[in-house]
T-cell receptor, first 111, second 113 residues
Framework: DARVTQTPRHKVTEMGQEVTMRCQPILGHNTVFWYRQTMMQGLELLAY????????DSGMPKDRFSAEMPDATLATLKIQPSEPRDSAVYFC?????????FGNGTRLTVT | QKEVEQNSGPLSVPEGAIASLNCTYS??????FFWYRQYSGKSPELIMS????GDKEDGRFTAQLNKASQYVSLLIRDSQPSDSATYLC?????????????FGAGTTVTVRA
């Protein structure tokens, strides 16, 4: 059963450190999304790619966040420098059209 | 006005009852509609999609779409404790060379045994 793979599952880091999250989308899916979820804000769209091209990253704080898709099998989300308010669960999702398959998420804690 | 709105809940129903979840959207041009289920501590999973007006049934789940009124609903018949989760409504709206996928904030459902 094909699935979206995210690493790491958990990350605890200190404020100011760089954090890199990785996502392997399902083979053949041409759209990749990065979402952040907190209890207060729900699912927030950070960025998405179609055919590896970034289409919308308006939800992402540009000064510290960056998202890339160096090839069709890898999407990355980086935070540099990280801050305590970045603590959340970060989901990657891939799909064809609107039906998305979500990864298990990376639970990030910044102290 | 939010693009997709849902009753935040929590919605508490007794086991065996029907749970009814509602979702409204703001863009009349929206074309595709989805329901995702998210268990606590887990990732969202797609349970229903609907594209045309009317009802779509899948097991105990029925999605209903009314584009004129701009709402989509999800009915869960014979609710089970395993249905306790947060249900997210998602809507696709086509743009000139792309589409936009918007999620509601979710409705939390608790099924009482």
């Amino acid at each position: 059963d094909a699935r979206v793979t995210q690493t790491p599952r958990h990350k605890v880091t200190e404020m100011g450190q760089e954090v890199t999250m990785r996502c392997q989308p399902i083979l053949g899916h041409n759209t990749v999304f990065w979402y952040r979820q907190t209890m207060m804000q729900g699912l927030e769209l950070l960025a998405y790619f179609r055919n590896r091209a970034p289409l919308d990253d308006s939800g992402m704080p540009k000064d510290r966040f960056s998202a890339e898709m160096p090839d069709a099998t890898l999407a990355t989300l980086k935070i540099q420098p990280s801050e305590p308010r970045d603590s959340a669960v970060y989901f990657c999702a891939s799909g064809l059209g609107g039906a998305l398959h979500f990864g298990n998420g990376t639970r990030l804690t910044v102290t | 006005q939010k693009e997709v709105e849902q009753n935040s809940g929590p919605l508490s129903v007794p086991e065996g009852a029907i749970a009814s979840l509602n979702c409204t959207y703001s863009d009349r041009g929206s074309q595709s509609f989805f329901w995702y289920r998210q268990y606590s501590g887990k990732s969202p999973e797609l349970i229903m999609s609907i594209y045309s007006n009317g009802d779509k049934e899948d097991g105990r789940f029925t999605a209903q779409l009314n584009k004129a009124s701009q709402y989509v609903s999800l009915l869960i018949r014979d609710s089970q404790p395993s249905d306790s989760a947060t249900y997210l409504c998602a809507v696709i709206t086509l743009r000139s060379n792309d589409y936009k996928l918007s999620f509601g904030a979710g409705t939390t459902v608790t099924v009482r045994a």
